[in-house]
């Protein structure tokens, strides 16, 4: 049986190869924890919670994304209506819900988070929320260009128009960081915006749709014919195109120089499954490595942040796989308990929470309770001010006197 601790080094050979020059390398015996203890603590149920509906007499639906914030100890949420709602630590405590995009243009998509607020992607509009939910600016589908402070729709705070915004899918930060985005989807345009002004500064034309975007060495994007292009975060060309799976890409994940792809491929009777294969892609080769079996069938999968080579691969009936891309054959299963079949895995930036969305409308939090965060470094938490409490009055009869 592993120890739960290594005795060999104070930290990892990856953190030591980060060391500043002429620094003294920790001590020899210092203890750190081995790969399967932060396992065995990830894999451990918290907390489960049930998605609120979007109205008070309405029906619960299910989640339509899920993602960690990379900022704050919150964990996000996005419904069928365009409502984003956020969840709060270890109880997922509910913290602030609001309005990111009409209920026409369908779920909410993707979302990615910087020091500002919450960015939201749906069918026809890109929205930026203050994380209490004040708009800041959306783009939105139409002719003509309003801004900010104009009589444009005051509840959604539009900044802007595009005709060619039709069917959008997905985003990704680009080579300048937070400040710049790049959105794409089942179109003919892709478009990159300004965070900070909330502009569309460029519209690239592409022959490929696109469903999702992960961002690595390059900004790795999954096509509906289940192959993945690598675009350049500068210029955005293709520098390599990738068939990943016959079918459909149902989810990915790339962390490091490593690319991982869970997809469908046809069976008989022109059927789509899932393929027993998790597909594995070198960043840095540009090359596939050898695939991960997953016989249950591979639908999600989640590159762990602090372990380079591990990665979580999980099916729809909840069985989730624990693998190091390196050692393909040796797993570490768990079974999560839900009644019909998941719909979103997500880890933490952390790497010290795992979540899980199921069609029954509710979210499940593992992690260890004793030190669970979801964000590397988060910042202070803003609350409502608590009302103060009133001065209490003498009601007795001689107080009049």
Excluded at 68 to 92: C, H, I, K, P
Excluded at 196 to 223: F, N, V, W
Excluded at 291 to 319: K, W
Excluded at 332 to 358: F, K, M
Aim: charge should be neutral; proline fraction near 6%; charged fraction near 20%.
């Amino acid at each position: 049986m592993e120890a739960d601790w290594d005795e060999v080094s104070a930290f990892p050979r990856e953190w030591q190869m980060r060391l500043p020059w002429g620094a003294a390398e920790p001590r020899i015996g210092r203890r750190r924890p081995s790969r399967a203890a932060l396992i065995e603590e990830l894999l451990v149920k918290v907390a489960r919670t049930a998605f609120p509906p979007p109205g008070i007499h309405a029906l619960p639906t299910p989640v339509s994304v899920l993602a960690f914030d990379t900022n704050q100890e919150l964990l996000w949420t996005g419904n069928e209506y365009g409502r984003v709602t956020s969840f709060y630590g270890a109880e997922l405590q509910k913290y602030s819900s609001f309005r990111a995009h009409v209920s026409s243009e369908g779920p909410v998509r993707h979302l990615l988070f910087n020091d500002k607020g919450v960015i939201s992607v749906a069918s026809k509009s890109v929205h930026l929320s203050l994380r209490r939910g004040l708009a800041q600016w959306n783009i939105t589908y139409g002719s003509g260009y309003q801004c900010w402070k104009g009589q444009a729709d005051r509840r959604f705070g539009v900044s802007g128009r595009h005709e060619n915004m039709t069917d959008l899918r997905c985003m990704s930060y680009t080579s300048k960081g937070t400040s710049e985005i790049i959105v794409a989807g089942l179109q003919n345009s892709m478009f990159t915006i300004d965070v900070d002004k909330g502009q569309i500064t460029r519209e690239i034309p592409t022959e490929q749709g696109y469903t999702i975007m992960k961002l690595s060495r390059y900004i790795c994007a999954a096509t509906n014919t289940g192959s993945v292009d690598m675009l350049d975060p500068h210029t955005f060309r293709v520098v390599k195109m990738w068939k990943a799976h016959a079918a459909a890409i149902n989810d990915m994940d790339a962390q490091n120089n490593f690319l991982v792809t869970c997809g469908f491929s046809p069976r008989q009777q022109q059927a789509f499954m899932l393929d027993p294969l998790a597909n594995v892609f070198d960043l840095k080769t540009m090359m596939p490595l050898p695939p991960i079996p997953f016989h249950a069938g591979a639908a999600y999968v989640r590159m762990h942040p602090r372990m380079s080579t591990t990665g979580i691969v999980a099916s729809q009936n909840g069985q989730l796989q624990v693998v190091d891309l390196m050692n393909p054959n040796t797993v570490n299963l768990r079974q999560a308990i839900v009644s019909s079949y998941l719909t979103h895995l997500e880890l933490a930036p952390s790497g010290e929470a795992l979540a899980l969305a199921d069609a029954d409308c509710s979210i499940q939090l593992w992690g260890s309770p004793s030190k669970l965060h979801f964000a590397e470094f988060s910042n202070p938490m803003e609350f409502a001010d608590v009302a103060s409490a009133p001065t209490p009055l003498d009601w007795a009869p001689e107080s009049y006197v």
